[in-house]
């Protein structure tokens, strides 16, 4: 019988597969084992599109809702700050920026 995580296990490996997921959704061959150790910018150092990152936060916060079990608000504020601390540099950011003041 597999031992039960505790609340901060559980959010440890919450933060391994968010990251793996982000590098997965934004196409790069790279996971969570690689970067873990880094002290440098290693979010800077790959992109993702803004279509990307919208995709990933979507993905995190139904995986925060099942796995954590956090309400819906609560999943989209994590996963705004997962984004802000982990994120990758947006490679489209000029374009999207246009599209929206031409909305």
Do not use: P
């Not at 196409?27 to 873990?36: A, L, W």
């Not at 995190?60 to 982990?86: D, I, N, P, T, V």
């Amino acid at each position: 019988m597999a031992k039960r995580l505790s609340r901060q296990e559980k959010w440890d490996k919450a933060v391994v597969d968010l990251i793996n997921k982000m590098f997965e959704i934004a196409g790069h061959k790279v996971t969570y084992d690689d970067v873990k150790d880094r002290k440098d910018d290693w979010y800077a150092q790959w992109t993702m599109t803004v279509q990307q990152n919208e995709e990933w936060k979507q993905w995190g916060k139904k995986y925060f809702m099942k796995e954590l079990r956090l309400y819906a608000k609560q999943a989209e504020r994590e996963m705004g700050m997962c984004s802000l601390m982990w994120g990758l540099k947006f490679s489209n950011w000029e374009e999207y920026e246009s599209q929206i003041s031409n909305s």
